[in-house]
């Protein structure tokens, strides 16, 4: 089974802080993607990367940056945590696209709050 | 990039009637398509995808789509519903050809009154 692991279920932060979600995958998979989850907004994707160290950004990558420093971890930072950052956050893998039959695993997510 | 639009964010369905939930996509080229389901309290799960040949796909839990290209759509169908597909539906789209990202829609709500 493949397994996305996010670091932490629940996290409360104050606003300015400095925040790292973590995200682990054991399969080996060339892209992971986060994600942020609001009520009425579906999915939004914050950055993706395709390969160590390469990282694209996503439809709202605004006060947030990436990590990816080996394959199967990838991070995603808050620089200055603010309370429009409060959310529902998913980290996600897969293969390439171009593999016919891939599909994206995704992590249980990590509910974020910022006070 | 691609986007993707969902209809009728909120569903509300008795057991047994008919469900059909709308996915249009905007992207050119070739795409991978894709129902998610999220379960209460669950994390997301694939339903089904559709990658190339027949347009018509079965996934899981009598679930199937239909991909219609001059429609840009790939709408997600289930003849008979059970209190338990109660949950929320995404679909999303990937642009294939060396493009890795994955755009979701804003999903639809669906409740099945017993």
């Known amino acids: 089974d493949v397994k996305v692991t996010q670091s932490s279920r629940y996290l409360v932060k104050r606003t300015g802080e400095k925040v790292f979600l973590e995200c682990v995958q054991d399969m080996d998979h060339e892209n992971m993607f986060w994600y942020r989850q609001d009520p009425g907004l579906g999915l939004r994707l914050i950055y993706f990367?395709?390969?160590?160290?390469?990282?694209e950004k996503g439809d709202i990558p605004e006060g947030y940056s990436v990590s990816r420093e080996k394959k199967e971890r990838f991070s995603l930072i808050l620089e200055s945590a603010s309370t429009n950052q409060t959310s529902m956050y998913l980290c996600?893998?897969?293969?390439?696209?171009?593999?016919?039959?891939?599909?994206?695993?995704f992590g249980q997510g990590t509910r974020l709050t910022v006070v | 990039a691609q986007s993707v639009s969902q209809h009728n964010h909120h569903v509300i369905l008795s057991e047994a009637a008919s469900l059909e939930l709308g996915c249009n996509y905007s992207?050119?080229?070739?795409?991978?398509l894709f129902w998610y389901v999220q379960y209460p309290g669950q994390h997301l799960q694939l339903l089904l995808k559709y990658f190339s040949g027949d347009p018509l796909v079965k996934g899981i839990k009598g679930f199937e789509a239909e991909f219609i290209k001059s429609k840009f759509s790939f709408n997600l169908r289930k003849p008979s519903v059970q209190w338990s597909d109660t949950a929320e539906y995404f679909c999303?789209?990937?642009?294939?050809?060396?493009?890795?990202?994955?755009?979701f829609g804003k999903g639809n709500q669906v409740v099945v009154i017993p």
């Open positions: 990367s395709y390969d160590v160290k390469m990282k």
């Open positions: 999303a789209v990937n642009g294939g050809r060396g493009n890795n990202r994955l755009a």
């Open positions: 996600a893998s897969s293969p390439r696209f171009e593999r016919p039959g891939t599909e994206a695993f």
């Open positions: 992207y050119g080229g070739t795409v991978n």
